[in-house]
């Protein structure tokens, strides 16, 4: 059988989603060794979207394919009683055997947020990227709809990226304030390496009116990552959705995480 299953994970104590050399602690690592003992058997996991060191998964999916049958309750509960306080399962489901948690999903929804004020908070520490000067979202926001439809985000490509082009599509992408904070939200088909990250750092560089809201325009046409600025911070990063067909029946929502500020 075929399982898919719903992950979250505090991304501050691993060093990413991907498997490494053994004594590296990564989420699939962890979870591998978690899911074998419930199945009796080797699992192998694979993944909506490898995160880095430092990413938090809210709404990462994966999927493993098990000669043990077990329920989805067993497979959550039995994979949770192994797991650290870090790292847990939201959902199992038996899926067809054309499912991949990759190739199969239609869109990717990843959340970044930033801590805006004037301190540093011990409570949002490694769980939001901390800017003391004022952001104002709606230039963020602004500079940001230059991005959405299908470019060539050679701007916004880690030089380290392993994928076979820079096309890409984001469907949305959002930017408000909630509370202390700032919310950026963006939705696209696939995503490349610290794309994200890199965008947040230019909207960010907007947002403190270091550079004007047509700089995103420029940054994209440029298509050179020099151009391009810093790549912000990986703590403020979260994997929050995948969407997958209808046909699949899996679970759209994810949890809500807390307000900034309280």
């Known amino acids: 059988m075929r399982v898919a299953v719903g992950v979250q994970y505090d991304g501050a104590g691993f060093q990413g989603w991907q498997a490494q050399r053994p004594g590296v602690r990564t989420v699939q690592t962890v979870l591998e060794q978690a899911l074998t003992r419930v199945a009796d058997h080797p699992v192998r996991l694979v993944c909506a ?24 309750r067993n497979w959550v509960l039995g994979g949770n009683a ?26 990717r929804r990843y959340r970044y ?57 984001i469907r949305e992408l ?21 794309m994200v990250r890199n965008i947040a750092g230019v909207l960010m560089a907007i947002g403190a009116g270091d550079r004007p809201v047509e700089w995103a325009r420029e940054v994209l046409a440029q298509r050179d990552r020099a151009r391009a600025g810093v790549t912000a911070p990986a703590e403020g990063l979260y994997l929050w959705a995948v969407r997958y067909p209808d046909r699949f029946g899996l679970p759209a929502g994810v949890e809500t995480l807390p307000e900034f500020g309280v």
């Open 174 to 194: 959002t930017v408000w304030r909630r509370g202390d904070g700032l919310v950026l939200e963006v939705e696209a088909n696939a995503f490349l390496h610290h």
């Open 82 to 107: 192994h797991l650290p306080m870090d790292l847990s399962l939201s959902w199992a489901r038996e899926v067809p055997g054309d499912f991949h948690a990759r190739f199969s999903a239609l869109a």
């Open 113 to 169: 947020l930033i801590l805006n004020q004037p301190h540093r908070s011990a409570l949002w520490r490694g769980r939001a990227t901390w800017c003391y000067r004022p952001l104002d979202a709606e230039r963020m926001d602004e500079a940001g709809q230059a991005l959405v439809g299908e470019h060539d985000f050679s701007s916004f490509r880690a030089a380290e990226c392993q994928a076979r082009h820079p096309i890409r599509e």
């Open 49 to 72: 979207g490898r995160t880095d060191a430092g990413v938090h998964g809210v709404g990462q999916v994966a999927h493993f394919d098990a000669n043990a049958v077990r329920s989805a």
